[in-house]
């Protein structure tokens, strides 16, 4: 985390107040963004399929892809078909839209599009244009339901349900806009989702993340022994979660890393661990899968939303005529 990132949980900083001036063009220029798309001055274009956005008001890790995973199997349950659509960032690709599949690497379609169509086996395709995305999409499947990792602000492209994720350590940090804070927009702007939900916490919209079994990075296969002490290595927006739930686990931490959240690891990234053993979060896996040691784990962990969440949605997806029956 750079130090504009640490200033951004801090009460306040000389740093924050240097900053204060950009956010204030950066609320300006975002607000009249967003009123040209009310006011129809700005084309929106509509999807003939259902499109639910899950997205942020704030920029790092609020867990997004646990929510997406889990939504995304939740419809699957209920016999639609869906697909997943998303920036891609931190990927580098010659083509746009891009199809996710076996053979895509994170290097080309970012890691959470790549640990989503691992999960999942559902199409996923990337891309900065997610008309296009969507274009693709619906020239090659029939869909029920289109979800968007990220893309709230994305006003261009018209949406059917929102649900905003909040981290509940972090939430908001300082509160301001970026770059003095780490809000896209502001706080007002949740009354306008139709679902806001906290990641961790006790507010009764939320979702816990439930642990499962370590897995070997290279092979994807569950390891048998217990392990009772590794090196902890994230590339994440809160590993702070991630180590705590080691800890909880019995696993003794030798040390821990933190990288930018979406970083591209290389094998020089590990040589300080020799042959000892490595544990990281399935975001990291999907990247580090190639070089991967024998004794490299990471640990998948799942979105168990509350009761009011699921209800919630359950209500939203009926109006919309995406479900009958609930």
């Known amino acids: 985390m750079n130090k504009i990132e640490q200033s951004w949980y801090k009460n306040f900083s000389f740093l924050t107040l240097v900053l204060l001036p950009l956010s204030g063009l950066f609320w300006f220029i975002s607000t009249l963004r967003s009123v040209c ?28 892809t646990p929510f997406v995973i889990w939504l995304t199997q939740y419809l699957q349950q209920h016999d639609l078909k869906v697909a997943v659509i998303s920036r891609g960032y931190g ?26 169509q691992r999960r999942l086996g559902c199409p996923v395709v990337v891309g900065p244009d997610r008309k296009a ?14 979800i968007s990792d990220d893309g709230m602000q994305h006003y261009k492209m018209g949406r059917d ?18 770059p003095a804070g780490p809000l896209r927009e502001t706080t007002k702007r949740l009354k306008s ?10 507010d009764n919209f939320n ?45 003794k931490l030798l040390s821990t890393a933190h990288y930018r959240d979406h970083y591209a690891y290389t094998p020089a990234d590990f040589e300080k661990y020799n042959d000892e053993i490595v544990i ?28 009011a969440v ?7 997806l009926k109006e919309k005529g995406i479900l009958n029956g609930l």
């Open 37 to 64: 798309y009310k006011l129809g001055l700005f084309e929106q274009f509509k999807c003939d399929v259902p499109v639910i956005v899950v997205g942020n008001i704030s920029v790092g890790g609020n867990g997004k």
């Open 91 to 116: 990927g580098t690709s010659e083509v746009y839209p891009l199809f996710v599949d076996s053979s895509i690497t994170t290097a080309q379609a970012g890691d959470e599009p790549v640990l989503i």
């Open 133 to 146: 995305n969507i274009k693709l999409l619906n020239t090659n499947y029939d869909l029920d339901v289109i």
């Open 161 to 178: 349900i929102e649900c905003c994720i909040v981290d509940s350590e972090r939430r908001f940090g300082n509160g301001f806009l970026m």
């Open 193 to 202: 989702v139709d679902l806001v939900v906290e990641n961790g916490g006790a």
């Open 207 to 251: 979702y816990q993340l439930q642990a499962s079994t370590l897995l070997n990075v290279a092979t994807g296969e569950k390891t048998e022994a217990l392990l009772d002490s590794g090196h902890a290595v994230s590339a994440i927006g809160n590993p702070a979660r991630f180590e705590k739930t080691l800890q909880n686990s019995g696993v």
């Open 280 to 307: 990281m979060t399935e975001k990291d896996a999907v990247k580090c899968r190639a070089f991967a040691k024998p004794n490299w784990y990471f640990l998948p962990v799942d979105a168990k939303p509350s009761t």
């Open 310 to 316: 699921i209800n919630k949605l359950n209500l939203l």
